[in-house]
């Protein structure tokens, strides 16, 4: 079955970094798109970035030019490389795919807290 879980939150000063990781199973990775989505208290879930197959990652506007999203298919892995953290990137991230299906899969998110 389709597992995702992801790692690698934390507790970070403004305008620190934090690379956040999400560890796939259970479906063919090279042939999946890849999505990090956030929820904040409060806030709808929002697409932070997405990594397609092949082709150019697509990111929100609030995060462009701090943050990258990557894909190690060797490792069945997505990266979340953020950089530039502010207060409101504070939120629970999540890992999305729908392996190559009509189905939606979530990992269970990794809280980033940004904070003096």
Known sequence: QVQLVESGGGLVQPGGSLRLSCAASGFIFG?????????????????????????????ADSVKGRFAISRDNAKNTVYLQMNSLKPED??????HT????????????TQVTVSS
């Open 90 to 95: 504070t939120a629970v991230y999540y890992c």
């Open 98 to 109: 729908n392996a190559g299906s009509d189905h939606d899969y979530w990992g269970q998110g």
């Open 31 to 59: 042939f999946a798109g890849m999505t990090w989505y956030r929820s904040a208290p409060g806030n709808q879930r929002e697409l932070v970035a997405r990594i397609p197959v092949a082709g150019t990652a697509k990111y």
